[in-house]
């Protein structure tokens, strides 16, 4: 057993070189950093709406609907819940701020 690394596969004849670049041209200034991490962080050009729909679909079409057969999955977040949880919340905070108050 050799440890040798793989010898890189040939270049075609009419492959171009490219020059070399001195090392000091190589080093990112303030400006070049802050284009890359605008491209970088740009958002998406498709709307995620549409992004989630397609993967949804990607998914339903490969499980052949299993993935979705929950139901759960596909509906809408109980409102109701959540606004009787925070108000219930809301509730026990006011109440405890109230009898805790005149001891701080």
């Known amino acids: 057993m050799s440890s040798d690394p793989p010898d890189p596969p040939d270049r075609p004849e009419d492959a171009e070189e490219r020059p070399?670049?001195?090392a000091d041209e190589l080093e990112l200034d303030d400006v070049d950093v802050r284009d890359l991490l605008r491209k970088a962080l740009e958002p998406p050009k498709e709307d995620a709406a549409k992004i989630r729909t397609a993967v949804h679909t990607t998914?339903?079409?490969?499980s052949g609907g299993r993935f979705?057969?929950?139901?759960?999955?596909?509906?809408?977040a109980p409102v109701l819940t959540f606004l009787v949880t925070s108000l219930l919340?809301?509730?026990v905070v006011v109440a405890l701020w109230l009898l805790l108050g005149?001891?701080?």
Not at 59 to 62: S, V
Not at 68 to 76: E, I, K, L, N, V
């Open 68 to 76: 979705f057969a929950d139901g759960w999955s596909t509906q809408s």
């Open 59 to 62: 998914l339903r079409d490969r």
């Open 89 to 91: 919340m809301l509730a």
């Open 102 to 104: 005149p001891l701080l």
């Open 20 to 22: 070399s670049v001195p």
